[in-house]
């Protein structure tokens, strides 16, 4: 199968959204932004074995490989517009394309965004390129340089489960041996096939101040915010947001209670707000700190004592006192 043929066969789809004049097919695509609109753009690398297990399915490499750069739209509370794909592959297997599209075209009928060009390349490695092109009114765009001293710090969702999920691939040996299989299928598809919060990302816009979605783990990616913003923060780790299937395997093993904290890849929104406008959050959204105009982050355990970030690697943070 030629390139065009496998193009014209896994990726060229009828796909009709008011922002795309012009598809797959030509030399570029054509977009009509909204008016009175401002593009946003994000690419994300991923590569095998590297930001996904080797062992992962071909649907939801597809799937994923889609939803990390809606994600960075959602963060920023826009609105996809029109996506491409660059795929270098080792093989042009009929079943693994196959799987991949249905799980990359799935996800964009979900979130009504359009594949519209890309290119393909023979490689020893598989490597996919996404980007992304969202549109926003400007006033509305969510930033990380915009937290305020005295917002309250929230968070979307759970924390900790992808990379919860991670370990039952990269040390099967670490999982209690009395956690539940579907834990485990909960926990790993976490981590397979995360959800981006552009539903959120929307309503955020109206009112939240910073956002990031949770990508390399929220102690760092707080810190983005933190450092944007030139403010620090102090969190309550009891206060951070856990599934059941975290819940039960913490309680079967404490020495994995700081792992939500670090561990990446949950693609969450975490965002700062004015506390009078807590009551304008219309999804499920935990506040797990606030926002405070000295610099570092503080992060208290359920003793109140601040916890060491160091320990796990994050030592650019300066940390509070006991
Ligand atoms: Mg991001």
Redesign the pocket.
């Known amino acids: 199968m030629n390139e065009f043929a496998l193009i014209r066969r896994y990726f060229a789809r009828d796909c009709a959204t008011p922002s795309v004049l012009l598809g797959v097919g030509d030399d570029c695509a054509i977009l009509k932004p909204a008016p009175d609109e401002v593009l946003l753009v994000?690419t994300d690398l991923l590569v095998a074995g590297r930001h996904f297990p080797l062992n992962t399915a071909p649907e939801d490499i597809g799937h994923k490989a889609l939803a990390v750069n809606l994600?960075?739209l959602a963060?920023m509370g826009a609105q996809p517009r029109g996506v491409t794909l660059g795929l270098a592959l080792p093989e042009a297997d009929p079943d693994w394309l196959a799987g991949f599209a249905e799980g990359f075209h799935r996800l964009a009928a979900e979130f009504g965004v359009c594949l519209i060009g890309g290119d393909t390349v023979a490689s020893p490695q598989l490597t996919l390129a996404v980007t992304v092109l969202g549109g926003a009114q400007p006033d509305r765009v969510l930033r990380r340089d915009a937290a305020r001293p005295g917002d309250l710090i929230a968070v979307t969702g759970t924390l900790g489960d992808a990379g919860l999920g991670l370990r039952t691939v990269l040390s099967p040996d670490s999982v209690p041996a009395e956690l539940p299989l579907a834990d485990r299928d909960y926990l790993r598809g976490r981590l397979d096939r995360p959800t981006p919060r552009l539903a959120e990302g929307q309503v955020l816009a109206g009112f939240a101040h910073a956002a990031?979605?949770v990508?390399d783990g929220l102690a760092q990616?707080l810190g983005h915010i933190l450092a944007a913003s030139g403010v620090g923060a102090e969190i309550d780790l009891a206060a951070l947001p856990l599934s059941a299937a975290a819940r039960r395997w913490l309680a079967l093993d404490p020495s994995v209670e700081t792992l939500p904290l670090t561990a990446g890849d949950d693609y969450e929104l975490l965002f700062t707000l004015a506390p009078e406008d807590r009551d304008r959050l219309d999804f499920p959204a935990t506040v797990i700190g606030s926002i405070r105009a000295e610099p570092g982050l503080v992060v208290r355990n359920r003793a109140g004592q601040a916890v060491d970030l160091a320990r796990g690697g994050f030592d650019h943070f300066a940390v509070g006192p006991d």
């Open positions: 994000s994600s960075d963060a990031i979605d990508s990616d």
